[in-house]
C-alpha cells in the first residue's frame, strides 16, 4: 500500500508535461505574432505599390 502512495505522490510531483505545456504555449504565441507581423507587412507594400501605380498614372 505504501508503494501505491509513493508513485501517486512521485506523479503529482512530475512536472515534465508541465515544460511541454510551456513550449507549446510559447511557441503558439510566437506563431501568432508572426502572422501579425506579416499581416502588417503585406498590407504596407500593398499601400505603397498603390501609391507607385497611381503616381506612374
Excluded at 44 to 54: A, I, L, S
Amino acid at each position: 500500500m505504501a508503494q501505491h502512495i509513493k508513485y501517486f505522490a512521485d506523479f503529482l510531483g512530475d512536472e515534465s508535461g508541465t515544460t511541454a505545456i510551456e513550449y507549446a504555449v510559447i511557441a503558439s504565441l510566437v506563431s501568432v505574432f508572426i502572422v501579425g507581423a506579416v499581416t502588417a507587412l503585406g498590407t504596407g507594400v500593398n499601400d505603397m505599390f498603390t501609391t507607385v501605380t497611381t503616381e506612374l498614372n
